[in-house]
């Protein structure tokens, strides 16, 4: 079975770090690009971030620029997303997903993939 499996969610304070993870299985990530995606309460799901399949082009949201970080270890067939400096704002619950043949800008812009994982819940409370 074909699957991402996001990881790594939870409760932090602002000011807090978090990693997430999105695991693949049944396929490999070698040849797709991926991104982290988020949809608040009562909002749009937008892009956060989105990798190429080789790692060296990487996209980010205005929003999240300087905090978060996207990466990945193919061997692992994993991709990150590290967190840092987390504001309430960032309360949503974080998806990935992975396209083929795909540049970067526009998986993040138009939200076009070929898989999505079910979401883990990131809040930033105090």
């Known amino acids: 079975q074909l699957q991402l499996v996001e990881s790594g969610g939870g409760l932090v304070e602002p000011g807090g770090s978090l990693r997430l993870s999105c695991a693949a299985s049944g396929f490999t990530l070698d040849y797709y690009t991926i991104g982290w995606f988020r949809q608040a309460p009562g909002k749009e799901r937008e892009g956060v971030s989105c990798i190429s399949s080789s790692g060296r082009s990487t996209n980010y949201a205005d929003s999240v620029k300087e905090r978060f970080t996207i990466s990945r270890d193919n061997a692992k067939n994993t991709v990150y997303l590290q967190m840092n400096s987390l504001k309430p704002e960032d309360t949503a619950v974080y998806y990935c997903?992975?396209?083929?043949?795909?540049?970067?800008?526009?998986?993040?812009?138009?939200?076009?993939?070929?898989?999505w994982g079910k979401g883990t819940l990131v809040t930033v409370s105090s």
């Open positions: 997903a992975a396209v083929v043949f795909t540049p970067v800008q526009d998986m993040c812009a138009y939200k076009r993939a070929n898989y």
